[in-house]
């Protein structure tokens, strides 16, 4: 394992945004999912080209189901309008991506190694008490990643993905868990830093 590295979040507000979107499976191997997004990506990218849109911010890839028997996902990428005919293929949806508040993560390094950075996020959770178990992730769902830099010209190194999971919106049950949490009076946009 690597020495603790520093674990950087803030709070976020995501603004609501028209994306054009592809749903997709796959195993839960990391193997599987890198293949099985790009594939999703350059389908997308491939309709994006076809139709002259213009993207509008970095892809993300959303995360709406996991369990151990596969990974259920959409890749989005945020354009300025949609096409002027609906979309030729099934698979592709054009509608926007709601507005929510987020932790958003941020992962420096190469994709192959983001798994460590979830190892992280997992941790830093469990340590607070706002991940009891593995089970809990589903509060946390559709979670998503977004690629900043092009991994086609970025070395990896200096690659930066943000890794965002949408804030429970229910706090109020006195049997809450999570209770405390999330008081009404925590700014909205908070930098935290944590060792791990």
Not at 137 to 152: C, F, I, N
Not at 179 to 185: I, L, V, Y
Request: hydrophobic residues 40%; proline residues 11%.
């Amino acid at each position: 394992m690597t020495p603790a590295l520093a674990l950087e979040f803030v709070e976020v507000q995501v603004a609501p945004m028209l994306a054009v979107q592809m749903s997709g499976q796959c195993a839960t191997d990391p193997a599987s999912i890198a293949d099985a997004i790009r594939q999703k990506f350059q389908a997308l990218f491939s309709f994006i080209a076809r139709h002259h849109l213009v993207p509008n911010g970095p892809p993300r890839a959303i995360y709406t189901a996991y369990d151990p028997a596969g990974l259920s996902f959409l890749v989005a990428v945020p354009v300025t309008a949609g096409p002027a005919a609906p979309a030729e293929d099934p698979l592709i949806l054009v509608d926007t991506l709601p507005a929510t508040d987020a932790y958003r993560f941020t992962h420096h390094g190469p994709y192959t190694n983001l798994s460590q950075t979830y190892n992280q996020i997992t941790a830093l959770m469990k340590e607070k008490g706002w991940l009891r178990s593995n089970a809990d992730w589903a509060r946390y769902m559709p979670m998503w990643e977004e690629y900043l830099t092009d991994p086609e010209k970025t070395p990896p190194a200096q690659q930066l993905t943000y890794i965002y999971l949408p804030i429970p919106a229910q706090w109020d049950s006195r049997n809450d868990p999570y209770r405390g949490f999330r008081p009404a009076h925590r700014p909205k946009r908070r930098r935290i830093v944590a060792a791990l």
